[in-house]
């Protein structure tokens, strides 16, 4: 099993539409959790960090569900910018640094007119 | 303007041929690490290094080395490249704590 799972999609959405994807992790000791935007062939991009409590900014909102070891990333009202690969990625140490990142391997969204 | 930069952007290369791929941030940061991405699979993280003269293994270092000699540059090097290495490679560098990744804009090597 992979440490970080993610769909890769494609996810195909209207745009203006809602979408929401998941990603799992297997270490239940995982402390820190972001997601990473990346466009294809860029650099990834940090999107949000994945608080506790959730975090919402503007149009996306990260959750976390630490009994059953998942993050989650909303989009509302969709644009036709937000077309790219989103990278859910997990810190499995119980230790503060985020030096050795865990990576999914994306999950691939699509935004059509 | 905060970045990091990475070169050569694309390299085609023989088995064998020693290269570097080099890495430079202007953001002070004092940690580096160097990433490949291969379809289907994460980023997988090869070496990184918590400041000048400190370097460690990631995941994947087989085949690779890397120095820190100054805290702005961590040269990645391939001293006998195989087809196997061929990949996107992106360098990456945050604060002590890591919270944010800024990536370089990926280095397409192909090896044949």
């Known amino acids: 099993r992979k440490e970080v799972e993610q769909d890769p999609g494609p996810f195909n959405v209207p745009e203006g539409a809602t979408v929401a994807f998941n990603c799992t992790y297997s270490?239940?000791?995982?402390?820190?959790f972001f997601w990473y935007r990346q466009d294809c062939r860029k650099e990834p991009k940090l999107l949000m960090s994945?608080?506790?409590?959730?975090n919402e900014d503007g149009r996306f909102t990260a959750q976390l569900n630490r009994a059953s070891q998942y993050i989650s990333l909303l989009i509302r009202d969709s644009k036709l910018s937000d077309s790219a690969t989103y990278l859910c990625v997990v810190n499995p140490w119980e230790g503060d640094s985020n030096y050795q990142l865990i990576w999914g391997a994306g999950t691939k969204l699509i935004i059509k007119p | 303007e905060a970045q990091v930069t990475q070169n050569p952007r694309y390299l085609i290369t023989v088995t064998g041929k020693k290269l570097t791929v080099t890495c430079s941030q202007n953001?002070?940061?004092?940690?580096m690490s160097w990433y490949r991405q291969d379809p289907g699979l994460g980023l997988r993280q090869i070496y990184y290094s918590m400041n000048v003269e400190v370097t460690d293994k990631g995941d994947v270092p087989e085949g690779y080395k890397v120095s820190r000699k100054e805290k702005r540059n961590f040269p990645l090097i391939l001293e006998s490249p195989s087809p196997n290495q061929t990949s996107l490679y992106f360098c990456?560098?945050?604060?002590?704590?890591?919270?944010?990744?800024?990536f370089g804009p990926g280095t397409r090597l192909t090896v044949t």
């Open positions: 990456a560098s945050s604060d002590p704590m890591g919270y944010e990744q800024y």
């Open positions: 270490n239940s000791a995982s402390q820190s």
């Open positions: 953001m002070n940061h004092e940690y």
């Open positions: 994945v608080y506790s409590s959730g």
